[in-house]
């Protein structure tokens, strides 16, 4: 069993959005018991970021996915969800999602994929992740980028963007994903190269804000946990990673990790 939860999960998504010296240094707060090493940090702009947070003692690596932040992530969102968005927007004129099957949408969206362009771009996506997931967890290094020898147990977690690259990782490789406000990837999953929506239902644990638009898009599937947002919250604010962390906090009157502790020391090394 992995000795964290949810709330940990959210804050390790969190962390994916600083800069590596002060995730770094917050993590280790956040987390004190565990010996948390950056062993990986994506430096290309032009892929999904993410963050290897290992711990020897535990000899576990959380691999943090960061969701959209920049405008090459706006283009990856495209790039991997633009023939599902085709259907739902279709689908507001004509009940096609409600009518045809699930294989019958499957189908659909991964032929579309395959006389399109995009699928080059998956490697940037999400296949440089799963390169290097798969490494970590069979202790190879086609990858060239493991600083850590050896097998090790890998969790994936991220948001948004993140959170739906986590879960198509973790389907495909049978590793457990722990997502916040991701888009689903149920009726994309044979684009993806997912051999089965059972691993989607095994491996996949995704947390939904109430009136956030983003997991709307495709269809959720595997473990989903809906959880409230305050009707003065914007669908953008419900959508913040920020909000689901503090609501799984309060939800959990058993947390006490000082992650909302005061922090009078912390002074940003390379944040604006």
Not at 89 to 112: N, Q
Not at 212 to 241: A, M, N
């Amino acid at each position: 069993p992995l000795p964290f939860d949810v709330v940990d999960f959210a804050a390790f998504s969190l962390l994916t959005y600083m800069c590596r010296p002060d995730a770094l240094r917050v993590v280790r707060r956040w987390f004190p018991h565990a010996d948390w090493q950056i062993v990986h940090h994506t430096k290309d702009k032009s892929a999904t970021v993410y963050n290897d947070f290992y711990s020897p003692k535990l000899n576990l690596s959380v691999v943090s996915i960061r969701g959209t932040y920049s405008f090459w992530d706006v283009l990856s969102d495209i790039n991997l969800f633009y023939e599902v968005i085709s259907l739902q927007l279709t689908s507001t004129l004509l009940p096609i999602t409600g009518i045809l099957p699930d294989s019958v949408l499957m189908w659909i969206i991964k032929s579309a994929n395959a006389y399109s362009l995009n699928d080059k771009y998956a490697d940037s996506a999400y296949g440089h992740v799963l390169s290097y997931v798969r490494d970590a967890k069979h202790g190879t290094n086609f990858t060239k980028r493991q600083m850590v020898p050896g097998r090790r147990r890998v969790v994936l977690t991220g948001h948004s963007l993140g959170g739906a690259v986590a879960n198509i990782v973790g389907a495909k490789l049978r590793l457990r994903a722990v997502a916040f406000s991701p888009p689903g990837i149920y009726w994309s999953s044979h684009k993806f190269g997912i051999p089965s929506t059972d691993r989607i239902d095994a491996e996949v644990f995704s947390v939904v804000p109430e009136r956030d638009v983003v997991p709307s898009i495709d269809r959720q599937r595997g473990l989903v946990q809906y959880i409230t947002c305050p009707e003065e919250f914007s669908s953008i604010g419900c959508h913040d990673i920020i909000h689901s962390l503090c609501n799984l906090a309060n939800a959990c009157r058993d947390y006490s990790k000082d992650i909302f502790n005061p922090f009078p020391d912390f002074d940003s090394e390379c944040s604006s």
